[in-house]
């Protein structure tokens, strides 16, 4: 065709331009991404039918594999980003080191002292600091400390930051959540309910009485529907159940809180299944 006789620039030298195919690469919303070219048919004077649809196959995989080093990229963004909400988390969510520290200065009363062995317990005899030494209490008395091997330490930094984490809401709170682990309790003991369970079923039972309403908003269900909220479309039914499970597990990975780290996997996995 004489409208390509023009000279084409190489490092061997000039090239005459017998013959050009050009194809654009689009995306899958028919954006151009960028036009590739092949130039001088071997052999051939022209590119004919076949050459354009194995061309146009070519461009195809071209923009298949930009399109996902484009989403890679932003994948890898996406995790860092991840990382980064999970740093702030540890940081403003969790205990800080002075917090545990005045815990840990403080003796553990007795449960009767704390009178969390009753089934008349009144949470307004105990003030917030006496909330999480009554805690650590119960998973003392119910010797999971030492048949799990939980660090002292990492089980006063999650209990405050299992409190740090329920909101200021009327009723789902902390008092709450502490409320229905000091009657689990009792039930456990003065019941003597815990022969009726293995030692994994207790833990499960006390752990998840704590942390059962965990950063509940004081809404229903129907209203995260209802207002469309992130959580409705995080997760198809039973949004705040969902919630306080994954979050719970969020706080309990967190550096210093893993009071499960002793734990076999075949152990804790159960533990998570329950």
């Excluded at 030298?13 to 017998?18: A, L, S, Y």
């Excluded at 001088?40 to 076949?50: L, M």
């Excluded at 909330?131 to 048949?147: G, H, P, S």
């Excluded at 999650?158 to 984490?165: A, D, E, G, L, P």
């Amino acid at each position: 065709d004489k409208c390509y006789s023009i000279t084409y620039k190489k490092t061997s030298g000039d090239q005459e331009i017998r013959s050009i195919l050009a194809m654009p690469i689009l995306t899958d919303t028919r954006q151009v991404l960028g036009v590739v070219e092949i130039l001088n048919k071997k052999g051939e004077e022209r590119f004919d039918r076949n050459d354009e649809s194995l061309f146009e196959a070519f461009t195809l995989f071209c923009g298949l594999g930009i399109y996902n080093v484009v989403n890679f990229e932003r994948l890898l963004k996406a995790n860092s980003a991840q990382k980064v909400v999970l740093e702030i988390l540890s940081y403003h969510a969790s205990a800080s080191k002075d917090e545990v520290a005045i815990i840990e200065r403080k003796e553990i009363p007795s449960a009767s002292e704390l009178n969390i062995l009753n089934y008349d317990f009144g949470d307004h005899t105990l003030d917030r600091d006496q909330t999480v030494l009554a805690t650590v209490r119960m998973f003392m008395d119910l010797d999971l400390v030492n048949k799990f091997r939980i660090d002292h330490q990492a089980l006063i930094r999650w209990s405050i930051t299992v409190r740090k984490n329920y909101r200021d809401v009327m009723y789902h709170n902390w008092r709450h959540g502490f409320n229905v682990a000091q009657m689990m309790f009792a039930m456990l003991t003065s019941g003597q309910m815990a022969n009726q369970f293995t030692d994994l079923e207790t833990l499960a039972l006390l752990v998840g009485s704590l942390c059962h309403d965990i950063d509940h908003r004081g809404t229903t269900n129907q209203f995260q529907a209802l207002s469309n909220s992130p959580l409705a479309n995080l997760y198809s039914t039973s949004f705040m159940e969902y919630h306080h499970f994954n979050h719970f597990q969020t706080i309990s990975n967190v550096d210093g809180n893993n009071i499960f780290k002793s734990m076999r996997e075949a152990e804790y996995k159960q533990l998570m299944e329950m």
